[in-house]
């Protein structure tokens, strides 16, 4: 269709949400899922094509889905309303890919394995870094998990105090350090290290157990346990 066309002009059988309705989402392409998720366009673009000015932009869906809600509401013909649905759609979608999935009973934690499943979809494509913890009972399931502390793109401040509190308050039997390099390369630092162990300290004089330290890249992860670094 002609740039500018109103999609409401479009023929119904070429409208997103109709085609969506009979032929199911995989028969869109992602400018088209975007431009539902908009919702609307702005003056002289449909929905459809200020989607695609945004993928063009960004370069990937992949891409525009790390970005933050306050980038997007400043994008020309975003705004808050906008940008909010974007967030919550990409949050939804990371939250679905983490296979133990949030609110699904309390999820069992016991290998490096199982802690990337939950928290790599949630972690690994995020711009910034991100140190959490997540507060296990006795048989290493997850109570809750809180996030630390939130950095620059290549580091984050930690307080022993932030990390500790938590655990205490909830009565957690134990607890997992996690963290993403948003280069993608899940190689720990010199500071990360350094970081593990002045936690690892703080944790014996509290009597809590730090079972691991999984740092979490694009499609894989460390585990500082397995490395025996803790």
Known sequence: MPDGTRIEDWPLAERPCERLYHQGAAALADAELLGIQLGAGTRGRNAVELARDLLVSYGSLSALATRGVAELAGRPGLGRAKAVRLAAAFELSRRLRSRNGHGAGR???????????????????????????????????????????????SASLVHPREVFKPAIVESAASLILLHNHPSGDPTPSREDLR???????????????IHDHVVIGRGRFVSLAERGEL
């Open 107 to 153: 999820a069992l934690l016991s290998s490096p394995a199982e802690v990337y499943a939950r928290y790599g979809p949630l972690m690994e494509d995020l711009d910034k870094e991100v140190f959490r913890i997540a507060l296990l009972d006795a048989q290493n399931r997850l109570l809750r998990d809180v996030v630390v502390s939130e950095g620059t793109l």
């Open 195 to 209: 970081l593990t162990r002045q936690l690892v300290e703080c944790s014996r004089l509290l009597e809590l157990h």
